[in-house]
């Protein structure tokens, strides 16, 4: 069974920097692209970042471009997004996605899985 468990979400000040984590089971975990979204309240999902399957390429939403750095550890089967410099406009539900396909690029529109999210809020 696909499992992917995020975590490290909180409330977090404007400027501040939060680092989430999705842990994988159920699959090859160095075998898939991954990818981060997020649902801010009463609007639709956004996609934020994509890795590819090795790690060695990314994309990036444009608003966080500079900001967040998408990351994984295939050993741990764990992803990773570094969130620096946070705002007000990134307060949302957190979703790491499985992309059927090994690259960033299809991972950024396409996916077969997504976990059940964690919350950050940035207030101050």
């Known amino acids: 069974e696909v499992q992917l468990v995020e975590s490290g979400g909180g409330l977090v000040q404007p400027g501040g920097s939060l680092r989430l984590s999705c842990v994988a089971s159920?699959?090859?975990?160095?075998?898939?692209?991954m990818s981060w979204v997020r649902q801010a309240p009463g609007k639709e999902f956004q996609w934020v970042s994509s890795?590819?399957?090795?790690?060695?390429?990314?994309r990036y939403e444009d608003s966080v471009k500079g900001r967040f750095t998408i990351s994984r550890d295939n050993a741990k089967n764990t992803l990773y997004l570094q969130m620096n410099s946070v705002q007000h406009e990134d307060t949302g539900v957190y979703y790491c996605?499985?992309?059927?396909?090994?690259?960033?690029?299809?991972?950024?529109?396409?996916?077969?899985?997504r976990g059940q999210g964690t919350q950050v809020t940035v207030s101050s």
């Open positions: 996605r499985r992309s059927p396909s090994t690259t960033a690029y299809v991972a950024s529109m396409d996916y077969d899985y």
């Open positions: 159920g699959f090859i975990f160095g075998d898939y692209a």
């Open positions: 890795i590819n399957s090795n790690g060695l390429i990314d």
